[in-house]
């Protein structure tokens, strides 16, 4: 299929809407991006220019001519087409080469500076690319559950209080009936007597019997 011709351009211009057209660059290539959600688009590329036309989902057309401010290298374009915009990668036929404006002569009413894009020479030297789209900070590794507390040891007489995973192998119920038998709770010694009976033992045993002689009197 032929490309248009000047007139033909010329009538689709005159018919059509003129989108709005956001551009950012790097050192090497240059962003546009064209604010027209569902559409069809049609773009001739030469070094100096582009011709752009599109027909949008409700079926209006668009269309605007760029004359850039340099030359770009054809072979280099990449079009990405989304249910919002298009946006067009253009690779500058002179890398590293920061333009001064977009276009030559003055800067059409529908350019804007794409701000979500954009960087300064000195903001690429020293900041690295981010993607937008990056939802998850990397290099912060997530925080593990807690692993269980290491056992305290025990104090003179007191057995060691196991560590708490989740009070995971701690019998409850065992441990209450025990210590409502008077056992006390379990690993737990005060080096005292373990009942009454084993007390009065101890005092039977331990006291010694009072001597009374008649010279006591």
């Known amino acids: 299929m032929a490309s248009p ?34 559409a069809t688009p049609k773009a001739d590329f030469t070094e100096e220019k582009i011709d752009f036309s599109a027909t949008g989902k ?7 001519t760029l004359e850039f401010n340099k030359a770009i290298d054809t072979t280099g374009t990449i079009i990405h087409a989304t249910p919002r915009n298009i946006r067009y990668t253009l690779k500058k036929k002179q890398g ?11 800067k059409p009413r529908f350019v804007s500076t794409d701000f979500a894009l954009w960087k300064d020479e000195d903001d690429e ?7 937008p789209e990056m939802g998850d900070m990397g290099g912060m590794g997530g925080m593990g559950g807690m692993p269980g507390m290491g056992g305290m040891g025990g104090m003179p007489g007191m057995g060691g ?4 995973g989740g009070m995971g192998g701690m019998d409850l ?7 409502g038998q008077g056992g006390g709770a379990p690993g737990m010694d005060f080096g005292g007597a373990d009942s009454d009976e084993e007390l009065e033992d101890v005092e039977d045993d331990d006291v010694p019997a009072l001597e009374t002689t008649e010279e006591a009197k």
């Open 96 to 106: 590293d080469d920061w333009w001064g404006r977009l276009t030559k002569g003055s």
């Open 161 to 164: 209080m196991g560590g708490m």
């Open 125 to 131: 030297d020293d900041e690295p690319e981010v993607s």
């Open 5 to 38: 011709n000047h007139h033909t351009l010329t009538q689709i211009y005159n018919m059509s809407l003129v989108p709005t057209v956001l551009w950012a660059q790097r050192a090497d290539i240059v962003y546009l991006t064209v604010d027209i959600a569902d």
């Open 58 to 64: 409700d079926g209006k057309v668009y269309a605007f």
């Open 173 to 179: 119920q065992a441990l209450m009936a025990q210590m």
